[in-house]
């Protein structure tokens, strides 16, 4: 995937240029057939396949009524606050600028190493990362996990063990 040159993230200087976007698919990463299913490049790739004939533009996520047009930012925000809200413990809305630090934590505990994370969220050194985002994500991988193999019949209000919202530091 090639990032839009005309986006700007807010910690992005304007010197720096995001690269493509590498995923690779499952089927290389594993042998399992059941892996497949979960697969974001085939996900992809048929979000892709059944909006073809709907869409009016070059973004990738649009409204899924009439006129078929680009998703806002707002509304990006809000599916993903939706996507990760049954995954959330504690009073307070979780918002969708979580799911960076969650992600960036995930990938540091899983062995990625900091310069990868670093590069990927456009950050110059670990100071921002550690201060801001690092989440004790090694207490919410069992947790997260069991919550998404039960599926959204099973119980939302149990402890997932992600940080709720508020909980960090907020930057």
Not at 83 to 105: E, K, N, Q, V, Y
Not at 147 to 165: D, E, I, K, Y
Request: one cysteine or more; hydrophobic letters at 40%; proline letters at 9%.
């Amino acid at each position: 995937m090639v990032p839009d040159p005309a986006f700007i993230a807010k910690n992005q200087a304007l010197t720096f240029l995001p690269g493509d976007i590498f995923i690779p698919e499952i089927k290389t990463l594993s042998s399992v057939a059941e892996d497949k299913r979960w697969c974001p490049v085939r996900a992809l790739k048929w979000y892709l396949s059944r909006t073809e004939k709907l869409r009016q533009t070059t973004s990738l996520f649009i409204l899924p009524r009439p006129p078929y047009t680009s998703a806002s930012k707002d509304t990006l925000s809000r599916w993903l606050v939706e996507t990760i809200r049954p995954f959330t413990t504690g009073a307070a809305r979780p918002r969708a600028h979580d799911i960076r630090g969650i992600s960036a934590s995930t990938a540091l505990f899983a062995g990625i190493p900091i310069e990868d994370i670093l590069k990927a969220a456009a950050w110059k050194t670990p100071t921002t990362f550690v201060a801001c985002y690092l989440t004790d994500t090694l207490h919410a991988e069992a947790a997260f996990g069991s919550a998404v193999m039960r599926g959204p019949a099973g119980n939302r209000s149990h402890p997932s063990g992600l940080p709720p919202s508020g909980s960090a530091t907020r930057c």
